[in-house]
Every structure is written in C-alpha cells, then in structure tokens.
C-alpha cells in the first residue's frame, strides 16, 4: 500500500472449498480499483448438501457493479472448477478472456455443445508468455496438474507482486508435460514476492503425493496381473489418469492379447 492506492485480493470462491474458483486483485485507491479475474469455476451440488442441484455459479454480483473497471479475466486451465461458469456468466461482464491454446480450444469445444452459448472473443496467449492486463503484468510459469496447459500466474504491480499458483503439483515426472517450471518459480522468489494465492486441493496435507508416473506404473501391474477385466473410475477432466488406464489396458493387450 502507498499513497497512491492499494493492491488487494478477494476470493470471490474457491477458498476453504472444491470448486467454484474465482478470485479477483484490484489495484488503486479504494473507490477507484482496476480488477483483473483469475478463473471463473462452478461448483457441483451434491445428494447431501444440495440435491437436486447440479451446478452452483459463483455471486460475481459485486463484478457487474464494477465491470467498467474490470479489465480482464485470466484463466489458469480448462477444469470446471476454474473455467466452467464462463458461459453462463460472461454475458453479464463482456470484458476480455486470456487463455493459453488448449484452454481456449476447451472452452470452443463446449459453447458448441451448449445452444444459444456466447462467443467469446478469448485472447490466446502462449505457455509461459507475459503480457499486460490493463495495468497488471501478468507472466505464466507453468504448474505440473491432471490436465495439459496449467498455468500459475505472476502478477507484478508497481506495488509489488503476487503469485497465484492455480492448482499445482510438484511433479518432475508427470504423463502429461510440462512439468512445473520450478526455475522460473525460483526467480520470481528472487526478485521478491508480497504473497503467495493457492488454494490447491490438499494443499496443506502434510506429506508428499506419489508422481503420476508411479501411479501409471502400479496401475500397469495392477491390470498385468488381473485375472479378469478391469473397470477404472475417474474423473474425466483428470486427463493424466485418463492417460495411464489407457496404457495400462495397451500394455496388457500387447502382453495378452484379449480374444
Ligand atoms: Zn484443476
């Protein structure tokens, strides 16, 4: 903060919660902020909770109140929980979406699926470019995840910056590249960072996740060895273990051919 204005965060979803991500950083004095959106998730009802209910949106009321002051919204990657709300909600703000090519190419793939969907004119940015959101310098360092082309995000400011990690893991060897760019996420602590935005399921578990290569291996053996058919369950947005039961069921096929 200085006199000139603040720099500030608000979580309009996704903390404390799966789903529904949705995070806003203004930049200015309080009664006149820029905003820049990062991600525009839904979130799934459930049986328990919400039944009936199948999609929760989040309350971007306080966005359309602001929207000549928002200048844009960056999507990290193309999970629902991040980019499934636009649709339905963009038509509200019409301001410019950022999206690196496969994200982009998702959401094409679903407004054609939805009748009546908006087309929105997305600006496709490439894998660890940088570029300017109005007065946010915004850089993509890329994060190892279950789908291609996820993207933490570097927000510089001239009052400092941010890193807003989008869903990460640190994974050296994952099915689906890149991995995550630790180098460019050292120098980024070098240079200096006011605060670090993640909210990453099971973020604050202690302990390490096993690499998605030794789940493909033991998925590998595990239907090696099996004596009959096996049935696998996933999510399908989770394209790296989507990966992995496919090899697994090539693998067994090239060992024993099912006649
Ligand atoms: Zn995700």
């Known amino acids: 903060?200085?006199?000139?204005?603040?720099f500030v965060f608000a979580p309009l979803g996704g903390v404390g919660e799966i789903g529904m991500n949705l995070s806003i950083y203004g930049l200015g004095p309080e009664r006149s902020r820029t905003?820049?959106?990062?991600?525009?998730?839904?979130?799934?009802?459930?049986?328990?909770?919400?039944?009936g209910i199948d999609l929760v949106l989040p309350d971007i009321r306080f966005l359309v109140e602001e929207r000549r002051n928002l200048v844009g919204i960056v999507l990290t990657h193309a999970h629902e929980d991040h980019f499934g709300a636009l649709l339905d909600l963009?038509?509200?703000l019409r301001v410019?979406?950022?999206?690196?090519?496969?994200?982009?190419?998702?959401?094409?793939?679903?407004?054609?699926?939805?009748?009546?969907?908006?087309?929105?004119p997305v600006?496709?940015?490439?894998?660890?470019?940088r570029f300017a959101v109005g007065p946010f310098d915004v850089e993509l360092v890329s994060v190892a995840h279950s789908i291609p082309e996820s993207n933490g995000l570097i927000i510089r400011t001239p009052l400092g910056t941010?890193?807003?990690?989008?869903?990460?893991?640190?994974d050296p060897t994952p099915v689906i590249a890149p991995p995550t760019d630790e180098a460019k996420l050292r120098a980024v602590g070098d240079e200096g960072v006011l605060a670090l935005v993640g909210d990453s399921t099971n973020?604050?578990?202690e302990g390490r996740s096993p690499s998605e290569r030794d789940v493909a291996k033991t998925l590998v053996e595990l239907v090696r060895t099996a004596r009959g058919r096996v049935a696998v369950t996933t999510f399908a947005s989770n394209v790296a273990r989507m990966r992995s039961a496919a090899e697994s069921a090539s693998s067994r096929s090239r060992a024993r051919p099912v006649i």
Do not use: C
Not at 99 to 114: D, S, V
Not at 162 to 170: A, E, P, R, S
């Open 1 to 6: 903060m200085n006199a000139s204005g603040e």
């Open 35 to 51: 905003w820049i959106a990062v991600d525009f998730g839904v979130s799934f009802g459930g049986e328990e909770d919400l039944p």
């Open 90 to 92: 963009w038509p509200q």
């Open 96 to 120: 410019p979406v950022y999206a690196t090519p496969f994200t982009a190419a998702l959401l094409e793939a679903k407004r054609r699926g939805e009748p009546g969907a908006p087309e929105i």
């Open 123 to 129: 600006r496709v940015v490439e894998l660890g470019s």
């Open 162 to 170: 941010v890193l807003h990690t989008g869903d990460w893991k640190i």
């Open 203 to 205: 973020a604050i578990r």
